[in-house]
């Protein structure tokens, strides 16, 4: 059986003092919980949230990496670094993807820099408004997951299906919608030889606690990546507990 996931990417956001406030509050709430449960915090404050994790199974991860070891690659971070401090980190998220350049080479270098440094990768994948709009969703999902996965992964891997028009907007996809390309994202999956049944698939994109449920009760999404509701420990520890509540 897959273990529900829920993480929480904050984006660029919170203080540093915010960020302790949020993880102490998410520590209190979700710690002994039976779902994996994963922060991804800025960078500059893994370290300020790892401690305040400590002892407990809230796992970290960060928001990107870049794919070397080492070297003069002003302001990037390597997987071997990330690694002294998470657990999982975030790749092809659509705001790297279309604010950064993230082309499908650089999701794919960073994907396996990342497995080779023993990170577990979320990668992110989804259509924006037009792609759906001309009924491209299944190719441009396929396309980016194959383009990320060329070889089957030597490690874990966790599949976040993104909607981009479904992000940040307060109005999710609809469930069945989501679970169809979750099924979809699987068989894919299989089809690239990977480990198709043990691999947790998300969705994210405004996920609420009031819709959650919704979600997390189809039977191939596993959980969700959250922006704005992670950034509130309240909001974040109930969709944690109706990920409990719905799976186990
Ligand atoms: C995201 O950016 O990955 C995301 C799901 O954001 P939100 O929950 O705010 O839509």
Known sequence: MRRPLVAGNWKMNTSYAEAQALAQGIRERASASPVEVVLCPPFVWLDLVRRILADTDIALGAQDVFWEDHGPYTGEVSPAQVRELCKYVIVGHSERRTLFNDTYEAVRKKCSAAIAAGLVPILAVGEDAAERESGRTEEV???????????????????????????????????EEAQRIAR???????????????????????VSAATFEGFVSQPDIDGALVGSASLDAEQFALLVEIASRTQF
Do not use: K
């Open 184 to 206: 979809l994202i699987r068989s894919q999956l299989a089809q690239l030889g990977c480990d198709d049944e043990n691999t947790p698939i998300l969705y994210g994109g405004s």
């Open 141 to 175: 999902v396929c396309a980016e997951l194959a383009a990320a996965l060329p070889e089957p992964p030597s490690g874990p891997i966790v599949v976040a299906y993104e909607p981009i028009w479904a992000i940040g907007r307060g109005y999710p996809a609809d469930p």
